[in-house]
């Protein structure tokens, strides 16, 4: 991926993007766009590109990449290699921290242990969780159970967050010494998900008491029949139940076996068996004293339409009822006795075989893949190191990642002004999280993904979208350390283009990172965007103007080094003789209206130049001429331009100060004409405002006066550099000046 050849058309706001970013000496790329240019548009573009890949996929997300206004244009949205090839979807990579739907967890497993561990690890997985597939699918058929893994671990597990694993060593114990019968009951017909037969037992249960009480006194009785005193041992009609569905297919006594009663009578046939257990089952079920009992259950049962299921269970099992007062305890009980079935056993032997051969091995890689590589920690730790937010993160299922095949699932400790730590789940931290600290969690998602993909073979495409917005000094210088290091560490595998809006960041992360291309997005006045290279990363703010000082560049010193006095001086500086600084005075009648403006020449202007920049290099020939007239000029020459510079400074700062003064020229003649008087017009600071007001209450319904208004807007910004930054200059399209120049010019 030694270049990139990009051809977008009708791409959302892009009409035209036909680029070539070369790799070849820097492989990353800083791209300042101001608003409405392009950046957006090409992010979005190449993030749609990039969900094309089935990993990429997320539902809900899928969009078709058109012209915003017009969707029926044909579309360009190519990116290819120097090859020819088109860059695949799974090469592309767009960060964009305003997309809070974005999450990387799943990117981590992919680097949690080498390719051997890894191939090792699937190998036993597999093999285990086929055991495992095989037992559920047999379980829930013989359950009839909705969830009966769940079921299973919340039963018997002995800790939190258990799984069906952990739970192999207690079944596989429990029913290998001792019996259970196998109750033919839809599990979740007494054990319902709601808890509703559960409710029902509690709130009933004198009614099953004397249920209970009356069928154990006749077990009592029964020779067939049998209860222990401490109530724990019983053979009951349903034990009786089971016993004849197991012998029924009469093999146990064509071998000449018996059964031998406790009343030490002798059953020698299946027949003989059947029609003692329905004697006996009869003479139980029919007495009066349990039957009346029972009625007045299912009479309670029949006004509970959740409770159906349960009825129609206990009608053709009526004898359960004497299992339910211990409720949980009769829950393992059917749960263990599912196993008494001999395919549900066999399974079950089969996943307990499988998983005890291999758990030693399973073990020992996670071992290893936790000595080889802890990445995900050293995300973690690097981002609560350098990051400055209110809460550290931390993965919380650790072992989970690897053994249950789980992503990795994040968690937050917040801070709070009292100093107390509070644990919050992903969705709970971004609900109380500012724009900036929202920002700083997307780094962290995107931090995953980008190390997730140092772990493949393939080259990506990062692209960066304004990463930094919206943060604070010490996150933006954070992360711009952080491209650093990817750059630095993955130069071969990784080409990183980023994009931004604030030249702020445009420039620090430019020279912090020493990219050798920089490039400026420019809008031609058809709307296809070009890339140009960069100006003003590492000049002073008046470098240019005094090397290369031509017309132009002496005009746009003027605000400049008034800034200049102002901050060394003051703009009320007074000389001890009751003057005022007059340097700033005199640079202040360039940029406004005032009673010396007609009067300057270049030569005023350029002696206090002089004095206060005091660089030989500077060598502007004066000529004696008026300044407003120079102005004017410079000004016209600049709106004659076919092709206006678009990210030339200087060009922008004499066009607003051509702009300011004529408006002021125009809104003067016109207050006198209708009644304003010199000493009237006199305003002190903020004059152009001031006057425009004056405008608008005497002429409310002037046209004109939405230009005025333009030229308050857009003027302020190029003449009053407060800040040496750049960014009002770098955003402010030239031809939006150029049109109000003709706009005020025609007043």
Same mark, same amino acid.
């Given at each position: 991926?030694?270049?990139?050849?990009?051809?977008?058309?009708?791409?959302?706001?892009?009409?035209?993007?036909?680029?070539?970013?070369?790799?070849?000496?820097?492989?990353?790329?800083?791209?300042?766009?101001?608003?409405?240019?392009?950046?957006?548009?090409?992010?979005?573009?190449?993030?749609?590109?990039?969900?094309?890949?089935?990993?990429?996929?997320?539902?809900?997300?899928?969009?078709?990449?058109?012209?915003?206004?017009?969707?029926?244009?044909?579309?360009?949205?190519?990116?290819?290699?120097?090859?020819?090839?088109?860059?695949?979807?799974?090469?592309?990579?767009?960060?964009?921290?305003?997309?809070?739907?974005?999450?990387?967890?799943?990117?981590?497993?992919?680097?949690?242990?080498?390719?051997?561990?890894?191939?090792?690890?699937?190998?036993?997985?597999?093999?285990?969780?086929?055991?495992?597939?095989?037992?559920?699918?047999?379980?829930?058929?013989?359950?009839?159970?909705?969830?009966?893994?769940?079921?299973?671990?919340?039963?018997?597990?002995?800790?939190?967050?258990?799984?069906?694993?952990?739970?192999?060593?207690?079944?596989?114990?429990?029913?290998?010494?001792?019996?259970?019968?196998?109750?033919?009951?839809?599990?979740?017909?007494?054990?319902?998900?709601?808890?509703?037969?559960?409710?029902?037992?509690?709130?009933?249960?004198?009614?099953?008491?004397?249920?209970?009480?009356?069928?154990?006194?006749?077990?009592?009785?029964?020779?067939?029949?049998?209860?222990?005193?401490?109530?724990?041992?019983?053979?009951?009609?349903?034990?009786?139940?089971?016993?004849?569905?197991?012998?029924?297919?009469?093999?146990?006594?064509?071998?000449?076996?018996?059964?031998?009663?406790?009343?030490?009578?002798?059953?020698?046939?299946?027949?003989?068996?059947?029609?003692?257990?329905?004697?006996?089952?009869?003479?139980?079920?029919?007495?009066?004293?349990?039957?009346?009992?029972?009625?007045?259950?299912?009479?309670?049962?029949?006004?509970?339409?959740?409770?159906?299921?349960?009825?129609?269970?206990?009608?053709?099992?009526?004898?359960?009822?004497?299992?339910?007062?211990?409720?949980?305890?009769?829950?393992?009980?059917?749960?263990?006795?599912?196993?008494?079935?001999?395919?549900?056993?066999?399974?079950?032997?089969?996943?307990?075989?499988?998983?005890?051969?291999?758990?030693?091995?399973?073990?020992?890689?996670?071992?290893?893949?936790?000595?080889?590589?802890?990445?995900?920690?050293?995300?973690?730790?690097?981002?609560?190191?350098?990051?400055?937010?209110?809460?550290?993160?931390?993965?919380?299922?650790?072992?989970?990642?690897?053994?249950?095949?789980?992503?990795?699932?994040?968690?937050?400790?917040?801070?709070?002004?009292?100093?107390?730590?509070?644990?919050?789940?992903?969705?709970?931290?971004?609900?109380?999280?500012?724009?900036?600290?929202?920002?700083?969690?997307?780094?962290?998602?995107?931090?995953?993904?980008?190390?997730?993909?140092?772990?493949?073979?393939?080259?990506?495409?990062?692209?960066?979208?304004?990463?930094?917005?919206?943060?604070?000094?010490?996150?933006?210088?954070?992360?711009?350390?952080?491209?650093?290091?990817?750059?630095?560490?993955?130069?071969?595998?990784?080409?990183?283009?980023?994009?931004?809006?604030?030249?702020?960041?445009?420039?620090?992360?430019?020279?912090?990172?020493?990219?050798?291309?920089?490039?400026?997005?420019?809008?031609?006045?058809?709307?296809?965007?070009?890339?140009?290279?960069?100006?003003?990363?590492?000049?002073?703010?008046?470098?240019?103007?005094?090397?290369?000082?031509?017309?132009?560049?002496?005009?746009?010193?003027?605000?400049?080094?008034?800034?200049?006095?102002?901050?060394?001086?003051?703009?009320?500086?007074?000389?001890?003789?009751?003057?005022?600084?007059?340097?700033?005075?005199?640079?202040?009648?360039?940029?406004?209206?005032?009673?010396?403006?007609?009067?300057?020449?270049?030569?005023?202007?350029?002696?206090?130049?002089?004095?206060?920049?005091?660089?030989?290099?500077?060598?502007?020939?004066?000529?004696?001429?008026?300044?407003?007239?120079?102005?004017?000029?410079?000004?016209?020459?600049?709106?004659?331009?076919?092709?206006?510079?678009?990210?030339?400074?200087? #060009?922008?700062? /004499? *066009?607003? +100060?051509?702009? !300011?003064?004529?408006?002021? @020229?125009?809104?003067?003649?016109?207050?006198? =004409?209708?009644?304003?008087?010199?000493?009237?017009?006199?305003?002190?600071?903020?004059?152009?405002?001031?006057?425009?007001?004056?405008?608008?209450?005497?002429?409310? #319904?002037?046209? /004109? *006066?939405? +230009?005025?208004? !333009?030229?308050?807007?857009? @003027?302020?910004?190029?003449?009053?550099?407060? =800040?040496?930054?750049?960014?009002?200059?770098?955003?402010?399209?030239?031809?939006?000046?150029?049109?109000?120049?003709?706009?005020?010019?025609?007043?």
């Amino acid at each position: 991926m030694k270049q990139l050849n990009f051809d977008f058309e009708n791409c959302f706001g892009i009409s035209k993007f036909k680029e070539t970013i070369d790799f070849k000496t820097c492989n990353t790329v800083m791209i300042y766009a101001p608003n409405g240019t392009m950046k957006t548009s090409f992010a979005k573009t190449l993030q749609i590109l990039s969900q094309r890949a089935e990993s990429n996929k997320r539902k809900g997300l899928e969009e078709t990449i058109c012209d915003r206004l017009h969707k029926d244009l044909p579309v360009k949205s190519n990116v290819t290699l120097e090859s020819g090839a088109v860059l695949k979807p799974e090469n592309i990579f767009v960060a964009n921290p305003d997309d809070m739907t974005f999450d990387a967890a799943q990117s981590v497993t992919t680097f949690l242990a080498s390719t051997d561990l890894k191939k090792r690890y699937d190998t036993i997985i597999k093999i285990i969780s086929g055991a495992k597939n095989n037992f559920i699918k047999q379980y829930k058929k013989i359950s009839q159970s909705t969830d009966c893994e769940t079921e299973l671990v919340s039963v018997f597990a002995e800790k939190e967050n258990s799984s069906i694993y952990d739970i192999l060593d207690i079944l596989w114990d429990k029913i290998n010494n001792a019996d259970y019968p196998l109750y033919q009951i839809k599990f979740n017909d007494i054990f319902d998900k709601k808890g509703a037969v559960k409710d029902f037992i509690e709130k009933n249960m004198t009614s099953l008491s004397l249920f209970v009480q009356r069928y154990n006194e006749l077990l009592t009785k029964s020779q067939f029949f049998h209860i222990s005193t401490d109530g724990k041992t019983t053979f009951g009609t349903y034990q009786a139940k089971t016993l004849s569905n197991g012998l029924k297919d009469g093999s146990f006594f064509k071998v000449n076996h018996k059964l031998q009663l406790k009343d030490n009578s002798n059953i020698e046939s299946f027949s003989q068996l059947n029609e003692r257990i329905l004697e006996e089952i009869k003479t139980v079920e029919s007495d009066e004293k349990l039957q009346a009992t029972f009625t007045k259950i299912l009479e309670k049962l029949d006004s509970n339409a959740e409770l159906r299921a349960f009825k129609e269970c206990i009608k053709d099992n009526m004898t359960i009822l004497g299992e339910l007062q211990e409720y949980e305890v009769f829950k393992k009980k059917v749960l263990l006795g599912y196993f008494s079935d001999v395919e549900t056993r066999r399974v079950l032997e089969d996943l307990y075989k499988q998983y005890s051969s291999n758990k030693e091995d399973l073990m020992n890689i996670i071992h290893e893949a936790r000595q080889e590589h802890e990445k995900w920690k050293n995300i973690v730790d690097l981002f609560n190191a350098r990051f400055y937010v209110p809460f550290k993160a931390r993965i919380d299922n650790q072992e989970d990642i690897i053994l249950k095949q789980e992503t990795p699932k994040l968690s937050f400790v917040y801070k709070k002004q009292t100093g107390e730590d509070i644990k919050q789940s992903r969705d709970e931290i971004l609900k109380i999280l500012s724009k900036g600290e929202m920002r700083a969690f997307f780094i962290l998602q995107m931090i995953f993904e980008i190390e997730a993909r140092k772990e493949k073979d393939e080259e990506s495409l990062i692209v960066l979208d304004d990463i930094s917005d919206s943060f604070d000094y010490q996150n933006k210088f954070a992360i711009i350390e952080y491209i650093n290091d990817i750059s630095n560490s993955c130069n071969d595998k990784f080409k990183i283009i980023l994009l931004t809006h604030n030249f702020d960041f445009y420039r620090n992360a430019t020279q912090r990172l020493r990219i050798k291309k920089f490039f400026m997005a420019t809008k031609e006045k058809e709307g296809n965007i070009s890339l140009r290279r960069g100006p003003y990363i590492m000049r002073t703010p008046l470098d240019n103007e005094i090397k290369h000082t031509n017309t132009c560049n002496f005009i746009s010193m003027i605000p400049f080094v008034r800034n200049i006095v102002e901050y060394t001086e003051g703009s009320d500086y007074d000389d001890g003789n009751g003057k005022e600084n007059n340097d700033f005075m005199t640079l202040t009648n360039c940029l406004h209206l005032l009673d010396r403006t007609n009067n300057l020449t270049d030569i005023d202007i350029d002696n206090i130049i002089r004095k206060h920049i005091k660089n030989k290099k500077y060598n502007y020939i004066t000529t004696g001429t008026k300044i407003i007239d120079i102005i004017y000029d410079e000004a016209r020459k600049i709106v004659n331009k076919e092709k206006p510079e678009e990210l030339q400074i200087e #060009d922008k700062i /004499v *066009l607003s +100060i051509a702009i !300011r003064l004529k408006a002021e @020229t125009y809104m003067r003649r016109e207050l006198l =004409s209708l009644g304003e008087t010199e000493e009237s017009l006199q305003s002190g600071e903020n004059q152009t405002t001031k006057w425009i007001d004056k405008m608008r209450n005497r002429l409310p #319904d002037n046209t /004109v *006066l939405k +230009i005025l208004e !333009r030229v308050n807007m857009m @003027t302020p910004e190029c003449i009053h550099i407060n =800040s040496f930054m750049y960014e009002p200059l770098i955003d402010m399209s030239i031809r939006h000046l150029v049109k109000l120049y003709e706009d005020v010019n025609d007043l």
